[in-house]
């Protein structure tokens, strides 16, 4: 295990006081600024993405599905769950684990002339969502790195083999003052047999919150429409959710974003103990109560394609940026 070289307090005052020096520096001479940029990694390898001189996200591109291994402050401590890629950390819980970090994936696709050859309970597709025998595979073809981020192009697989569907995966950051904005943008393409994504709770774009901010351990979860706690938040529509707690003593907090752009707009599958996932796709048999009248499962045809953008947000002190950092990510990238 390797333990997070920003986690405890004098490393965590030198990592601050490294990380506002840059931005010093940056505004004193634009010519200087910092790269966000990718770190080519071995084969097989995870894939940096960082912020100045500091490593915040760490993306693995084998395994089950693609997923980041850890998301961290640039100047402050980890804030997603290491388990299952860490089997030992040390106060983490082991449940669910199928949620690997942050990840995309959906628990009920559903493809014309495709039937599973052993069906799953209450799944009429494919699941993708959790892992194991039956289940289908996410499977990185190619990476490409980007001055300030990762594109993966990416199969989605039934458990034989065989293609179903493709996508493309872009992940960038920024800063937004002293803080941590990650952008995620999937393209979904049909190929020559109709899609659908069937109306179930598991998917789609999730996070595994580390143990800290877990409700058993004070996190206080929030939405952009005043919803508090997982009663609250579970199956509303909502802008964002926010999650504010205490990491080492020190106040953080991390809220996801879903883009007003996105044709659907998501229902928030949120756990108190860690899991916040914006599902775009669940219906009235999900149960998300803002779903009830949202009509049929959606469907892309033969060769079409749906464009989805999240974003996650990781800050220091207080939840007063949250609305201003959402109103940075909703801006057109330059």
Known sequence: MTPSPLRGSS???????LFLLSLAALAANPAHRPVLGTEPSPHDGPLNL????????????TGPKPHALFVRHPA????TRRFPMIKDHPG???DHPHQRGVWFAHGDLIVAGQKPTVPLPGVAGFDFWSEGLGRGRIEVQSHQADADRIILEIRWLRPMGTE??????TWSVAAVGTDLLIRFETELRAGAAAVTFGDTKEGTFGLRLCEDLTAKRGGQM????GGRGEAGCWGRT???????????????????FDDPRNEPRAAWHVRGYGLLAANPFGRAR???PDRKEAGPPLELAAGASLRLRYGIYVHRGKADRVADAFATFCKPER
């Open 286 to 288: 999900s149960g998300f």
């Open 92 to 94: 983490e819980t082991r």
């Open 11 to 17: 490393r965590l005052v030198t990592g601050s006081f």
């Open 76 to 79: 402050g401590p980890t804030v």
């Open 238 to 256: 909502a802008d964002w959710v926010h999650v504010q707690g205490t990491i080492d003593t020190e106040e953080v907090g991390l809220a996801l």
């Open 50 to 61: 960082r912020l100045g001189d500091a490593t915040v996200l760490e993306l693995a591109t």
């Open 222 to 225: 929030t939405n952009s429409q």
């Open 164 to 169: 179903l569907l493709r996508e493309r995966q």
